[in-house]
Each structure stands twice: as C-alpha cells, then as structure tokens.
C-alpha cells in the first residue's frame, strides 16, 4: 500500500468513531442556545462561535448582550470567580425558546468539588456545567493564543464538553471523545478536533 494511501486511511479511521449525524434533538424547532458574554468578554469571538456551534449543532444559536456581572472574587487566587454562581445566575435566562445558556467569560474561574470524603478547591478551570443542568460557564482566560483558528477551536471544545455534562453526559473513556479528559488540558483543547463518540451520541439521542 502507498503511504500517502495509508496515512489517508488512518485519518479517516481516525475520525470515523467521532463524526455523525446531528447529536441534539430539540422538542421544538424554535429553541435556541444562546451564547452570554460576560463583562468584557470580545462579542465578535462570541459571534464566531455562534456560527461554530450552530454548524456543528445544526441548530440555532443566538448571543445575548453583555452582562455585568454583579459578583465580586471570590477565590483564593487574585481574580478568581466562582464558576457555580455564575452558573446559578445565567440559568435565570432559560425560558421556554433558550434551552441551553452558555456563559463566555474571560476571566480565572474556580469551583468546590465535592468527594467521599468532604470537597477541594479546584482553581483555574476551564469550564463548568452540571450534570445534568441547563447553563455553563466557559472561560478562555488560560487558553488564549494569537492563532486565531487554535483559540476559537479551543473555546468550542470547552462548550461542547460542558454542553455535554448539561446533558447528562459523564466523563467519556474514548480518548477521542470531547467528554473524554484528554480535552482537560490547554493542549488538548486547542489541537484536538472534538465531537462525540457513537457511545456518548447514542446516549443524546435517547434522552
């Protein structure tokens, strides 16, 4: 077999376990996720994403006008907000047409993890969504870079792996999966190509 045949193979073989049909089924054809930029977060990144998920989707998404927000630091390190307020903030803007609120922010996040034995402090997150829930938070504060295309590509990753917990997904063991931990690095969010995995895409259309 020639190489260049054989490199082509294994790029399709690649991606073949990562692409399909469309993942999301919305009950309504008017609903919409909508994209809320956070203070000063750049509202024509926010646009490029819109047009992003909306392709990947197949479906709607819309960016809301900047909000202010009316929170203060809160976290160990200097400029660190809690990721679970503003979570509990934007999910006030679910209504019957915005089934999804995603959060774009451009500062330090940080969380509380609960565990068996009591909670820790998770500082310098690159997202967070609940699982199941119907709003995330996603900052691009670590994952700045001047390619434009790697930073954008970047910020997508975060909202589809938080959009996934939304929905209910776990952390995924495909390595190729955007639910998978390879996407909880800054590399891995900006060099790899996320979707779902058949397993975790099978999971959304039975919800």
Do not use: W
Request: glycine share 6%.
């Amino acid at each position: 077999m020639k190489p260049v045949i054989f490199i082509q193979l294994m790029i399709l073989f690649f991606l073949s376990d990562c692409k399909g049909p469309q993942i999301l089924r919305f009950s309504r054809t008017d609903q919409v996720i909508a994209l809320q930029p956070l203070d000063t977060f750049p509202e024509n990144v926010a646009q490029q994403l819109s047009t992003r998920l909306s392709d990947f989707f197949n479906k709607r998404v819309v960016v809301l006008h900047a909000m202010h927000i009316p929170l203060k630091p809160s976290g160990k390190i200097v400029g660190e907000y809690s990721a679970d307020s503003i979570i509990n903030m934007l999910s006030a803007e679910k209504n019957d047409t915005i089934i999804e609120v995603v959060g774009l922010a451009d500062f330090d996040l940080y969380t509380i993890r609960t565990i068996q034995r009591g909670s820790y402090y998770d500082e310098g997150i690159f997202g967070l969504g609940y699982e199941p829930g119907n709003a995330c938070v996603i900052s691009d504060f670590k994952l700045k870079n001047k390619n434009e295309e790697i930073y954008l590509r970047s910020i997508e990753n975060a909202v589809l792996h938080e959009i996934g917990h939304n929905m209910g997904l776990p952390h995924c063991t495909n390595k190729k999966c955007v639910m998978s931990l390879s996407f909880a690095s800054v590399y891995g969010l900006q060099h790899y190509i996320g979707d779902y995995c058949n397993k975790c895409r099978n999971k959304l259309n039975k919800k």
